[in-house]
């Protein structure tokens, strides 16, 4: 069965750290992309980060040079390291399977398989 599950999520304040993590069953990782949405409350999802079969990433401009995303195709998992956070980063995170092997962008239509999602709230 093919799944997606996300971990790593928490309370942290401002300018604090977390690491997402994505474990995925069910299909070969090394032959996806995978990316990292997020929702807020009464906001649209929004694409975060994508990583390609070969490892090249894309970043939406509100996390770049904060967040960074990588891939272990040995333990099936996607990680997402998330620096300097911000208040506006609150929300849950999602990782998803992009639709092939190099990354289509950040459109959430171009994923076909999706995790629960982990809250990541940042809050003093």
């Known amino acids: 069965q093919l799944q997606l599950v996300e971990s790593g999520g928490g309370l942290v304040q401002p300018g604090g750290s977390l690491r997402l993590s994505c474990v995925a069953s069910?299909?070969?990782?090394?032959?996806?992309?995978i990316g990292w949405f997020r929702q807020a409350p009464g906001k649209e999802r929004e694409g975060v980060s994508c990583?390609?079969?070969?490892?090249?990433?894309h970043y939406a401009d509100s996390v770049k040079g904060r967040f960074t995303i990588s891939r272990d195709n040995a333990k099936n998992t996607v990680y997402l390291q998330m620096n300097n956070l911000k208040p506006e980063d609150t929300a849950i995170y999602y990782c998803a399977r992009d639709r092939g092997y190099y990354c289509s962008g950040l459109s959430f239509w171009m994923y076909d398989h999706w995790g629960q999602g982990t809250q990541v709230t940042v809050s003093s």
């Open positions: 990583i390609d079969g070969p490892s090249s990433t």
């Open positions: 069910g299909f070969i990782l090394d032959d996806y992309a």
